[in-house]
């Protein structure tokens, strides 16, 4: 698990996935990854404070925790505390996904854990700058991995390297104000792509039909009342849907955001 800016891997876990208890469940070792370097620059908080400030706040109940919590990030930020993954041109690192990023690290902990752990197959789900990253590790070394959800992120697929596919879930709130839905440009002025163009993108390069093959209501509940919508492909190289989360914010309630990715989960696992 590539956990999202600024986060550690547990407090990502207690926050969103709960996938800690569910290892045993599902027959899996749970290992949430550590991003390996530290940043003084929050490349994605101009975006933030930008679709803040562009949003209709009465409809917003949550805007002063938006501003408190990018305040505290940008204050950890510039004191070289908050960790970020090397992950492309746009999120999150200064040195700009150059050379691979963090590719090569990730890299070598999966091989390290399938030769001293006895695993079979390795996944990655990525939250935010770590679904950025999980989505470069889609694009350069597919050959290691048996499925990815990305979560909050998108990138141009143009970037990817490696002949081979994976299984790719790609997951988004369309009320997102940290990572917009729609896209956005970085502190750098570095463009990253919207959830339907990365969407429509991954589902090329995975062989697919140029349009789902379904649309459905996946989930439906929660007191936020969130709606996942589900288009999954038609695909000839490798699995691929995207999940389309109406009124979903960066940050779902504890509660929604655990059965979401629970789903994922057995998406990715193919359950």
């Not at 709130?173 to 956005?184: E, I, Q, S, Y």
Request: charge should be negative; glycine fraction near 10%; aromatic fraction near 8%.
């Amino acid at each position: 698990m590539l956990s999202g800016y600024c986060l550690s891997g547990d407090q990502q876990d207690s926050m969103q996935l709960n996938f800690k208890s569910l290892s045993e469940q599902h027959g899996f070792i749970f290992l949430p990854l550590k991003a390996p370097k530290t940043v003084h620059a929050c490349l994605l908080c101009p975006t933030s404070v930008a679709a803040i400030s562009a949003a209709n706040k009465s409809a917003i109940p949550a805007i002063q925790m938006y501003i408190q919590g990018e305040r505290i990030t940008e204050a950890a930020t510039r004191s070289g505390l908050c960790t970020a993954w090397d992950a492309t041109p746009a999120c999150c690192s200064e040195n700009e996904g150059k050379s691979g990023g963090d590719v090569p690290y990730i890299s070598s902990l999966i091989t390290l854990a399938t030769e001293t752990l006895a695993v079979s197959k390795a996944y990655i789900v990525g939250i935010a700058n770590g679904g950025f990253m999980a989505q470069r590790m889609a694009c350069e070394r597919p050959d290691l991995l048996a499925g990815v959800v990305a979560y909050a992120s998108g990138i141009e697929t143009e970037m990817c390297s490696a002949p081979g596919r994976t299984p790719l879930l790609l997951m988004h709130g369309d009320a997102d104000l940290v990572v917009p839905f729609t896209g956005g440009v970085n502190g750098k002025g570095i463009s990253f792509p919207g959830f339907e163009k990365a969407s429509a993108a991954w589902a090329m390069r995975n062989g697919c039909a140029s349009q789902p093959a379904t649309t459905q209501v996946l989930f439906k509940g929660g007191r936020e009342a969130y709606i996942v919508l589900e288009a999954q492909y038609d695909c000839k190289l490798a699995r691929t849907a995207s999940w389309r989360i109406e009124k979903g914010n960066h940050f779902a309630a504890a509660d929604v955001s655990a059965q979401m990715f629970a789903a994922a989960l057995g998406w990715v696992l193919n359950e």
